[in-house]
């Protein structure tokens, strides 16, 4: 059975840096997509990052230039520089793999102004 564990998340002012972490366990060979979502306060969850199978990572324009996604063997990672309030959220790990969405508990972010 695949668990997906987030962490890092905080309080950090505008323009600071934090880094999330997803720790995988369970088999996810064959995956096709691996990801980090947000959720802000009244809004639907949004893609942020994506590792496709085929290693190619996709960015939302809000957040190219300054997060940066990667996986090392069982762990994901999203570093994200020079935050904004707007990157204010509840941010997810999802893999999805043969159809199936599976997701992390969350890891709130908070940036203040």
């Known amino acids: 059975q695949v668990q997906l564990v987030e962490s890092g998340g905080g309080l950090v002012q505008a323009g600071g840096s934090l880094r999330l972490s997803c720790a995988t366990s369970g088999r996810i060979v064959g995956f096709n997509s691996m990801g980090w979502y947000r959720q802000a306060p009244g809004k639907q969850r949004e893609l942020v990052a994506r590792?496709?199978?085929?290693?190619n990572i996709d960015y939302i324009d809000s957040v190219e230039g300054r997060f940066t996604m990667s996986r090392d063997n069982a762990m994901v990672y999203l570093q994200m520089n020079s935050l904004k309030p707007e990157d204010t959220g509840v941010y997810y790990c999802?893999?999805?793999?043969?159809?199936?969405?599976?997701w992390g508990q969350g890891t709130q972010v908070t940036v203040s102004s």
């Open positions: 999802n893999v999805l793999l043969f159809g199936r969405n599976l």
């Open positions: 590792i496709r199978w085929d290693s």
